[in-house]
Every structure is written in C-alpha cells, then in structure tokens.
T-cell receptor, first 115, second 112 residues
Framework: DGGITQSPKYLFRKEGQNVTLSCEQNLNHDAMYWYRQDPGQGLRLIYYSQIVNDFQKGDIAEGYSVSREKKESFPLTVTSAQKNPTAFYLCASSMSLQGSNQPQHFGDGTRLSIL | GNSVTQMEGPVTLSEEAFLTINCTYT??????LFWYVQYPGEGLQLLLKATKADDKGSNKGFEATYRKETTSFHLEKGSVQVSDSAVYFCALSKAAGNKLTFGGGTRVLVKP
C-alpha cells in the first residue's frame, strides 16, 4: 500500500543534542511538509518542499533544518537551537504545491521528548 | 493573513446523537476547505473537502457545506458512533500554494 512512513514513533533527546526524524513516501508526490503539533493545539508548518533539492521555511522554522535529496525522502533535523522541541511531529505529502484543492496525506507521526 | 477558528472541545455525546462542529475562516479569495480527523496516537486523515462556494463534501456519514456568505464550513453527522471519537481539524488552503492553515482542533468523545 502506498503511504507515508515516519520513524521512529518515539524519540528521546538529550539537552544540546541534534536528532533527525525520518519521513519516506511512496506515493510519488512532489510536495512534502513537516508540521509540529503541541498538546491541544492545531498543526504549525515548519518546512515544506515542492521538488528535490528545494525547500522553504514555514511559520516556525527556527531551530529546525531539512533536506530533500530524493523525491521520496524529507528528513527533519531538530537542532540544539530549538529550545522547546517536545512535541508531536507530522510529515505530509501532496501531489504538488500548485493549486489549492489537493489534499495532504499524513504519516503517523513521531513523538519527541527531552530527557 | 489566513486563519481558521473552530469551536473548542471536548464535545461529549452519546451514541446516535447528532454532531455539529463549527468552523469559520478568514481568507481572501476562494480557499479550498478541508476536514481532517486524528485518532489517538495517529496522524491526520482527510475526512472531506470542498473547493468552491456551495460545494458539499461528504464521507462516512459526515457532511460539510462551503458557505461563502458566512465564511463557514461546519461539520455534521446525524448519528455518531463510539468509533467517531477523535480530534477533528478544519483547514483551508489557498490557490498558488497548497499549504494548509489549521484550526486548533475539536476533541469529540462518544460514549456508549
């Protein structure tokens, strides 16, 4: 079945440590996204990418970095500069960034906690 | 800028009750509107969408109508089940960019 795979499901980070969250899709989608979800709140956009080797900052990009070396992969690194990284991170993809009516497909998320 | 406002939860219902979750939006032009559902510990799943005024999206017994005059996209279901317990998110997307703006989510709890 086609879909989006996020790993790991749970991740723990020590203070001052960078961690990388994996996101892989086999839907042949061009666009990919990373969101952060805090308890009882909606989703906020961290980064998004329309094509390979191109990505743009979302609303809360500070303390995060991404890469898009392959169409199917869009890893997110939470750096030590992110002072409040504890959250649920969701990766999504859509056919493209063009047009507004294409739904985004989501992975099952990674829950990041600070030790 | 764009924004989406949903009624705050939790909403607690008995099985077979009628469910309404209010959603209003602020955006210029004609955004596309979506409802997503999130079950515990999972990602979001698209529930339904509408792309122009007066469109009605429907899926799994849920319905929502795009009301341009009231800038609303309220979600309704006539008879809920325990399995409908989840968090529901209203979202919009503007043309020339498929980025979603989400509401804060509404938690629904259906009791047997």
């Amino acid at each position: 079945d086609g879909g989006i795979t996020q790993s790991p499901k749970y991740l723990f980070r020590k203070e001052g440590q960078n961690v990388t969250l994996s996101c892989e899709q086999n839907l042949n989608h061009d666009a990919m996204y990373w969101y952060r979800q805090d308890p009882g709140q909606g989703l906020r956009l961290i980064y998004y990418s329309q094509i390979v080797n191109d990505f743009q900052k979302g609303d809360i990009a500070e303390g995060y970095s991404v890469s898009r070396e392959k169409k199917e992969s869009f890893p997110l690194t939470v750096t030590s500069a992110q002072k409040n990284p504890t959250a649920f991170y969701l990766c999504a993809s859509s056919m493209s960034l063009q047009g507004s009516n294409q739904p985004q497909h989501f992975g099952d998320g990674t829950r990041l906690s600070i030790l | 800028g764009n924004s989406v406002t949903q009624m705050e939860g939790p909403v607690t219902l008995s099985e077979e009750a009628f469910l309404t979750i209010n959603c209003t939006y602020t955006a210029t032009g004609y955004p596309s509107l979506f409802w997503y559902v999130q079950y515990p510990g999972e990602g979001l799943q698209l529930l339904l969408k509408a792309t122009k005024a007066d469109d009605k999206g429907s899926n799994k017994g849920f319905e929502a109508t795009y009301r341009k005059e009231t800038t609303s996209f309220h979600l309704e279901k006539g008879s809920v089940q325990v399995s409908d317990s989840a968090v529901y998110f209203c979202a919009l997307s503007k043309a020339a960019g498929n980025k979603l703006t989400f509401g804060g989510g509404t938690r629904v709890l259906v009791k047997p």
